[in-house]
């Protein structure tokens, strides 16, 4: 398929919210949107007549009284958000639907066509399940926007096509290499682990063999930060806890650490002023090191999960060409960490919190043969959304978790999910702990509604099919290229197991205890208008759901 001729991109972040422009020549712009920056502030409040006011606006409140991070309450599943002092809470629908609506807005004054067709692309954190995903798409086509499951895209990935873009323009091209992508935001920590090959005038090969996150990041360093500064001034012999109204004056010290930390991405220290007229809070100098002493804690865990990505991104498809010790978490477990950093070639942070020189100091230590590109200025920030506006086919890009559910369709009976997509095939810590990684259903961590094993009939047969988010059936398709929109499953007495690994393998044990496996070389990109969806076949054993029951051959 080529390349579009014209994209969107749109970053709803925890602390920003960003949209670019691209074409089909040159790199994606962001468009500025700001009254004086370039982002809208993703934050919200009760103006006089109660409606909601985001944005710049917002900022002219009482701090106390800000709703902040309303995109973390999606990841965390929260109904309702609500500002420091607890003076305004809202549902978080509206919340995330006012900052949208005024984005929409402000895109429409810039002139960018948000409702043309295929055109808007959208970013959600990795980590988010399809209901979370649901949640954030539902809202923005409300808003306006002409979004839909084929053009959301995990912010990691968006930023790591703009930098591979970028690389190629500059006619710097890739041949394999392992590159991490390490995205830092102000809620959600995201790794992703790709191995890319580029050249002159072809689309770039880009593999993700893993990619994991955590909902820690900016907004955890502002509270550390935030914390340290009460120290500070308990110090000067002034007792927050003591004084009237603590919560108010809690919400303006986290505003003077979130104004600090961003000072000290450009300066070695910055003073304080906390802005609070009912107390006589004391002035504060702050330093880059004091920064980096509530810094530390927090890259040693974000360097846990690199970690642990890493390992588990020697699972997927290139597992059957490992060696076999290297073929199961036990092996890798006893792979020394010198060797699992040798195989990075390449690191690019993105996200605000990559703005911090500790940040990229501290991945520098760790990864000391990688190459650790920094974006200047703004551009950290701005990496998500010109990555989802660059003009590029993101069909080229494997996926790998799919996109897809997995559903057992039974004649006379409701249909039974047995994953939902984007599940994640196990917590990310347990690519160090588990014997094998894979998602497994009724019995796995991850399993999706595993009690619908009781619905399942004692007799019969059902169809196992794979549907993408906008309830089309995708076909599975052989080396023989015969396609199949389904597999035969026959019930029994024995309870039915499904398992998906993360180098594609896909296994089936029906009722009667017969399995049926087969392997996806990648799982594709989701996109709409361009024909049916199908997934490659290889390796397979398996029965296609026109053939009779008992012709398994």
Same mark, same amino acid.
């Not at 703009?162 to 992508?181: G, K």
């Not at 935030?226 to 001034?233: M, P, S, T």
């Not at 910055?270 to 702050?286: C, N, S, W």
């Not at 095939?425 to 999706?448: C, I, K, M, V």
């Given at each position: 398929?080529?390349?579009?001729?014209?994209?969107?991109?749109?970053?709803?972040?925890?602390?920003?919210?960003?949209?670019?422009?691209?074409?089909?020549?040159?790199?994606?712009?962001?468009?500025?949107?700001?009254?004086?920056?370039?982002?809208?502030?993703?934050? &919200?409040?009760?103006?006089?007549?109660?409606?909601?006011?985001?944005?710049?606006?917002?900022?002219?409140?009482?701090?106390?009284?800000?709703?902040?991070?309303?995109?973390? &309450?999606?990841?965390?599943?929260?109904?309702?958000?609500?500002?420091?002092?607890?003076?305004?809470?809202?549902?978080?629908?509206?919340?995330?639907?006012?900052?949208?609506?005024?984005?929409?807005?402000?895109?429409?004054?810039?002139?960018?066509?948000?409702?043309?067709?295929? &055109?808007?692309?959208?970013?959600?954190?990795?980590?988010?399940?399809?209901?979370?995903?649901?949640?954030?798409?539902?809202?923005?086509?409300?808003?306006?926007?002409?979004?839909?499951?084929? #053009?959301?895209?995990?912010?990691?990935?968006?930023?790591?096509?703009?930098?591979? /873009?970028?690389?190629?323009?500059?006619?710097?091209?890739?041949?394999?290499? $392992?590159?991490?992508?390490?995205?830092?935001?102000?809620?959600?920590?995201?790794?992703?682990?790709?191995?890319?090959?580029?050249?002159?005038?072809?689309?770039?090969?880009?593999?993700?063999?893993?990619?994991?996150?955590?909902?820690?990041?900016?907004?955890?360093?502002?509270?550390?930060?935030?914390?340290?500064?009460?120290?500070?001034?308990?110090?000067?012999?002034?007792?927050?806890?003591?004084?009237?109204?603590?919560?108010?004056?809690?919400?303006?010290?986290?505003?003077?650490?979130?104004?600090?930390?961003?000072?000290?991405?450009?300066?070695?220290?910055?003073?304080?002023?906390?802005?609070?007229?009912?107390?006589?809070?004391?002035?504060?100098?702050?330093?880059?090191?004091?920064?980096?002493?509530?810094? $530390?804690?927090?890259?040693?865990?974000?360097? /846990?999960?690199?970690?642990?990505?890493?390992?588990?991104?020697?699972?997927?498809?290139?597992?059957?060409?490992?060696?076999?010790?290297?073929?199961?978490?036990?092996?890798?477990?006893?792979?020394?960490?010198?060797?699992?950093?040798?195989?990075?070639?390449?690191?690019?942070?993105?996200?605000?919190?990559?703005?911090?020189?500790?940040?990229?100091?501290?991945?520098?230590? $760790?990864?000391?043969?990688?190459?650790?590109?920094?974006?200047?200025?703004?551009?950290?920030?701005?990496?998500?959304?010109?990555?989802?506006?660059?003009?590029?086919?993101?069909?080229?890009? /494997?996926?790998?978790?799919?996109? %897809?559910?997995?559903?057992?369709?039974?004649?006379?009976?409701?249909?039974?999910?047995?994953?939902?997509?984007?599940?994640? %095939?196990?917590?990310?810590?347990?690519?160090?702990?588990?014997?094998?990684?894979?998602?497994?259903?009724?019995?796995?961590?991850?399993?999706?509604?595993?009690?619908?094993?009781?619905?399942?009939?004692?007799?019969?047969?059902?169809?196992? $099919?794979?549907? &993408?988010?906008?309830?089309?059936?995708?076909?599975?398709?052989?080396?023989?290229?015969?396609?199949?929109?389904?597999?035969?499953?026959?019930?029994?007495? /024995?309870?039915?197991?499904?398992?998906?690994?993360?180098?594609?393998?896909? #296994?089936?044990?029906?009722?009667?205890?017969?399995?049926?496996?087969?392997?996806?070389?990648?799982?594709?990109?989701?996109?709409?208008?361009?024909?049916?969806?199908?997934?490659?076949?290889?390796?397979?054993?398996?029965?296609?759901?026109?053939?009779?029951?008992?012709?398994?051959?």
């Amino acid at each position: 398929m080529a390349s579009p001729s014209y994209s969107i991109g749109m970053d709803f972040g925890t602390s920003t919210t960003l949209i670019a422009e691209g074409h089909a020549v040159g790199s994606a712009t962001v468009v500025p949107i700001g009254w004086t920056q370039p982002w809208l502030a993703s934050i &919200a409040t009760a103006g006089p007549d109660t409606d909601l006011v985001v944005g710049e606006a917002a900022e002219a409140f009482s701090p106390g009284s800000v709703i902040r991070s309303v995109k973390r &309450a999606i990841t965390r599943g929260h109904d309702y958000v609500s500002s420091p002092d607890g003076t305004v809470t809202a549902k978080t629908d509206d919340v995330v639907s006012a900052i949208l609506l005024e984005l929409a807005r402000r895109a429409r004054d810039n002139g960018l066509d948000i409702g043309a067709d295929g &055109a808007v692309r959208l970013g959600c954190p990795a980590m988010w399940d399809a209901d979370r995903r649901h949640k954030l798409l539902s809202l923005a086509q409300a808003a306006g926007f002409a979004v839909g499951a084929s #053009t959301l895209i995990d912010e990691p990935i968006a930023a790591g096509l703009m930098w591979i /873009n970028e690389m190629q323009r500059q006619r710097s091209f890739l041949d394999n290499d $392992r590159v991490l992508i390490f995205d830092m935001g102000g809620g959600t920590l995201d790794v992703a682990i790709l191995d890319v090959t580029t050249g002159p005038g072809r689309d770039p090969e880009i593999y993700v063999l893993a990619s994991n996150g955590v909902d820690e990041a900016g907004d955890r360093l502002d509270e550390e930060v935030a914390q340290d500064l009460e120290r500070l001034l308990n110090d000067q012999g002034v007792d927050l806890s003591a004084l009237p109204n603590v919560a108010l004056i809690r919400a303006y010290v986290g505003r003077a650490a979130t104004e600090a930390k961003i000072a000290l991405t450009s300066t070695d220290s910055t003073d304080v002023h906390f802005g609070y007229r009912d107390a006589q809070l004391p002035d504060l100098v702050y330093t880059v090191g004091q920064l980096n002493d509530c810094l $530390r804690p927090q890259m040693d865990r974000a360097w /846990n999960l690199v970690e642990s990505t890493l390992r588990a991104a020697m699972l997927t498809h290139e597992r059957r060409f490992a060696r076999k010790d290297l073929r199961t978490t036990d092996g890798l477990r006893r792979l020394p960490v010198e060797e699992l950093i040798e195989t990075v070639d390449h690191a690019v942070l993105v996200g605000g919190m990559s703005r911090l020189p500790g940040v990229a100091h501290f991945l520098m230590e $760790r990864l000391p043969s990688a190459r650790v590109h920094v974006f200047s200025g703004d551009a950290p920030q701005e990496a998500i959304a010109a990555g989802l506006a660059e003009p590029v086919s993101y069909e080229q890009v /494997n996926l790998h978790l799919p996109g %897809f559910d997995f559903v057992l369709d039974i004649p006379g009976r409701a249909p039974v999910t047995l994953y939902r997509a984007h599940t994640p %095939f196990y917590r990310w810590w347990e690519a160090q702990s588990r014997h094998q990684l894979s998602y497994t259903w009724p019995d796995g961590n991850t399993a999706h509604e595993p009690s619908a094993v009781r619905e399942l009939p004692e007799a019969g047969f059902a169809t196992l $099919r794979v549907v &993408a988010l906008d309830g089309s059936v995708v076909a599975m398709r052989g080396a023989n290229d015969v396609e199949t929109d389904g597999l035969r499953i026959n019930f029994g007495f /024995n309870q039915p197991r499904f398992t998906l690994a993360p180098d594609g393998t896909m #296994t089936f044990v029906d009722g009667r205890g017969h399995d049926q496996k087969l392997r996806i070389e990648r799982w594709p990109a989701l996109r709409s208008g361009h024909g049916k969806l199908s997934v490659r076949v290889e390796e397979s054993r398996w029965v296609p759901d026109n053939r009779r029951s008992w012709d398994t051959k």
